[in-house]
Each structure stands twice: as structure tokens, then as C-alpha cells.
T-cell receptor
Framework: GEDVEQSLFLSVREGDSSVINCTYT??????LYWYKQEPGAGLQLLTY?????DMKQDQRLTVLLNKKDKHLSLRIADTQTGDSAIYFC?????????FGKGNQVVVIP | DVKVTQSSRYLVKRTGEKVFLECVQD?????MFWYRQDPGLGLRLIYF???????EKGDIPEGYSVSREKKERFSLILESASTNQTSMYLC????????????FGNGTRLTVT
């Protein structure tokens, strides 16, 4: 079955880059996703990457995928206070999404 | 933009009560999901549905049931609420079964006293 691991907490200064990491176990995963959850809200899809890609860039977001090590990362450039949130990675395998436990990012002004 | 609406943001219920959590999506999505979110445990899938009147158990279905009488509406039912069902409940929908991303509602925070 799927198992997705994330570290729990990251603090970063405004303007610096943030990197959030995730490992997953299901090598048959076709898509991997990053979701953002702001306080009191549901999850918002940030970006996703197809499993045959190594990298995807979307404005301030860069997703890196190391399929050999089953490692996914999200880099946020020029981190802003509005980036403070919980970030979840998720893998699509077996027709369902498996989520990591989330990584809380706190941006210090 | 897809809109997934959960009828209540906050609910307080008593132990033993029957509780209905309602979710509606407005984009004709085939698939709908119910998750619960707890600190340190992340999101856990309770039930999901790929079509009207169809339901499948997720990872933690015990103590819950669901109903999908119409495509746009997916209800989560707690037959007899217990204190360990105090949680944040998140509804989501997606267009197709395969690779469509999930769109989430804002959640219902349920407290069972």
C-alpha cells in the first residue's frame, strides 16, 4: 500500500527559499501532488508532477522528483508571509490519493 | 473554478446522536471523497464514491456510513457519534477516476461531547 512520509515543521525568513521534502513508497504512482492548507481552510491544490518528469516549475514553485529514491520536494522561492501554511504531498496509486502527514511552514517576517 | 461546499463549518453534537455532514460540488464531478484530519495523523480516507448510489470503504470506515443519491451531493453519516469522532472532516471531489486532482471543501470541525 501507499505510505507517504513528511517532516513536520519548517520555519523560514521572509524572502528566503523554503524546501519541503516527501518520500513515498508506491513505485506505480502516476501523479504526485502538493497541496496547501491555510488555517481554517480545506486543502488547495498547488501543483503536481507526472511520474515521468524530473522537474516542474510554476512561478515561485519548483517540484523535483527523484523516482529512483521515491523522493519528492517542493521549493518555494522568495517565501512570503502568505506562504505560511501546512503543505501536504500526495501520491496517486491504486485509484486513490495517499497523503503525507503534512509539513507546517512558518514564515518569519 | 470548482466549488465544493460543506454545509457547516462547526458542529457540536452529543455522544450517541446521529450526525449528517453534507457536501455539494458544482462541477459535475464523478468522484467524491470524505476524509478526516487529525493532528499528527494527516488525512485519512473514510469513504469514497465513483458514481451515484455507489460507495467504497476507505481506510477508516468504522462508525461511518455515506449516501450518494445525487451526483453533486455526498453525505457522511455518523450513526451514533462518539467522542473519538471529534475531528476535522474534509470533503473532496474529482472529475475522473484516474488522474484528476482533488478539490476540497473548507472542512467541518465536529466536536462530540
Amino acid at each position: 500500500g501507499e505510505d507517504v512520509e513528511q517532516s513536520l515543521f519548517l520555519s523560514v525568513r521572509e524572502g528566503d527559499s523554503s524546501v519541503i521534502n516527501c518520500t513515498y513508497t508506491d513505485s506505480s504512482s502516476t501523479y504526485l501532488y502538493w497541496y496547501k492548507q491555510e488555517p481554517g481552510a480545506g486543502l488547495q491544490l498547488l501543483t503536481y508532477i507526472f511520474s515521468n518528469m524530473d522537474m516542474k516549475q510554476d512561478q515561485r514553485l519548483t517540484v523535483l522528483l527523484n523516482k529512483k529514491d521515491k523522493h519528492l520536494s517542493l521549493r518555494i522561492a522568495d517565501t512570503q508571509t502568505g506562504d505560511s501554511a501546512i503543505y501536504f504531498c500526495a501520491e496517486k496509486g491504486n485509484n486513490r490519493l495517499a497523503f503525507g502527514k503534512g509539513n507546517q511552514v512558518v514564515v518569519i517576517p | 473554478d470548482v466549488k465544493v461546499t460543506q454545509s457547516s463549518r462547526y458542529l457540536v453534537k452529543r455522544t450517541g446522536e446521529k450526525v449528517f455532514l453534507e457536501c455539494v460540488q458544482d462541477m459535475d464531478h464523478e468522484n467524491m471523497f470524505w476524509y478526516r484530519q487529525d493532528p499528527g495523523l494527516g488525512l485519512r480516507l473514510i469513504y469514497f464514491s465513483y458514481d451515484v448510489k455507489m460507495k467504497e470503504k476507505g481506510d477508516i470506515p468504522e462508525g461511518y456510513s455515506v449516501s450518494r443519491e445525487k451526483k453533486e451531493r455526498f453525505s457522511l453519516i455518523l450513526e451514533s457519534a462518539s467522542t473519538n469522532q471529534t475531528s476535522m472532516y474534509l470533503c473532496a471531489s474529482s472529475l475522473h477516476r484516474d488522474n484528476s486532482p482533488l478539490h476540497f471543501g473548507n472542512g467541518t470541525r465536529l466536536t462530540v461531547t
